[in-house]
């Protein structure tokens, strides 16, 4: 085998600021918001090492602290982890630049850290190893295209143009966020000038591979792709994943109704509370006289009182007490939810003369 083949290495995205999901990135990486109670990142890290990878580099930015506290050195996972710091968020293609040392002469995947797909990548990286284009992208129909980077196919299947977020899609099909390179795409990353939105897009140096002549393949997925970067895509996200857990019960379950794949981990509590999965209850967390319903992940040393809250995700040592109804949220870490006060409703009027005015008690 060529060195290629076998010295695959993988590139892990971790730098982004996570603006859309403010106010929850504020004070937390995007890529560490989690999905059934486990980090997002972190599939993204077990189908590279399901794929047989073992080096990976994770380009990190301002949150470079907590990625490295939740990581540490990927032993965890099976891997090898190296850590590169990017200064500012300069583009996909930036992420290769500062990698160009680490990746050296090495075919590798580059997988958006904060990216979610179905079934893993390693039927990907079997047909790269396999073929061995210069690139290789994955490609899925999405319904708005504008908010992604979009691959025009000709009528063979070829890719013949890429563009990033255009204005007027040529296509409706998106590229996931994995890519796998050989070291070709080093000279067209260097070549690279800042695109009309001030990055290096890696769309554009994928489409300077195209036009030098090099082989780029398409790899159309039909499952399931997120990307995970604000509050709707993370609620589906866990949706998707809690449907395929399996119930278990290792807390302290006492007068409450369990319906459907219910997870309550060791050291959680349930008392007096009824539960429909699919649900996760982590660790250390109590549950009391409420109702929780599908879709919801409860993450460890939360507590839940006289509540009810469905298709939701709670982080970290949060509470709500006394609230009648929470769907279709995401809560922080630390958060306490309470009723607010009861105050007399009343209309509070300031009126000129001769003024007519219809109210609706």
Not at 186 to 200: D, F, I, N, Q
Not at 241 to 249: A, I, K, N, Q, Y
Not at 274 to 280: D, F, S
């Amino acid at each position: 085998m060529e060195k290629g083949l076998t010295e695959l290495k993988a590139l892990v995205l971790a730098g982004g600021s996570g603006t859309r999901l403010r106010p929850i990135t504020h004070t937390q990486a995007k890529q560490l918001v989690p999905v059934a109670n486990k980090p997002v990142l972190f599939y993204g890290l077990e189908a590279i090492a399901s794929a047989g990878i073992k080096d990976v580099g994770i380009v990190v930015g301002d949150t470079q602290a907590e990625i490295e506290a939740a990581v540490g050195d990927g032993s965890a996972f099976g891997l090898q982890v190296t850590y590169l710091r990017q200064t500012a968020p300069l583009g996909l293609a930036h992420a290769v630049l500062i990698a160009r040392e680490y990746l050296g002469e090495d075919d590798f995947v580059m997988y958006l850290g904060d990216n979610f797909i179905v079934g893993g990548i390693d039927g990907l990286v079997e047909r790269f190893r396999a073929e061995r284009p210069s690139a290789q992208i994955m490609l899925t129909r999405v319904a708005d295209p504008r908010q992604f980077g979009v691959a025009e196919l000709d009528d063979g299947g070829r890719v013949v143009g890429l563009e990033e977020k255009p204005r007027e899609p040529k296509s409706d099909l998106a590229l996931v966020g994995v890519y796998l390179f050989t070291r070709a795409v080093h000279e067209a990353v260097a070549a690279l000038k800042p695109s009309w939105r001030g990055e290096l897009e890696i769309t554009d140096a994928i489409q300077a591979l195209i036009d030098a002549g090099h082989d780029v393949q398409p790899a159309l997925i039909s499952g399931y792709w997120k990307d995970t970067g604000n509050v709707a895509d993370m609620l589906e996200v866990n949706r998707l994943v809690l449907e395929s857990l399996e119930p278990r019960l290792d807390g302290d379950v006492q007068d409450s109704e369990l319906i459907g794949r219910v997870v309550v981990e060791a050291g959680a509590s349930v008392h007096g509370s009824r539960i429909v999965g699919p649900v996760v209850i982590g660790a250390g967390a109590v549950v009391t006289d409420s109702y929780i319903g599908p879709f919801t992940s409860v993450a460890r040393d939360c507590r839940i009182s006289r509540s009810e809250i469905e298709y939701s995700i709670l982080l970290a040592r949060s509470s709500i007490d006394g609230v009648h109804r929470i769907e279709a949220s995401l809560i922080g870490h630390d958060v306490e939810v309470t009723p607010a006060p009861r105050t007399p409703k009343a209309h509070r009027l300031v009126l000129g003369d001769h003024s007519k005015v219809q109210i609706s008690s």
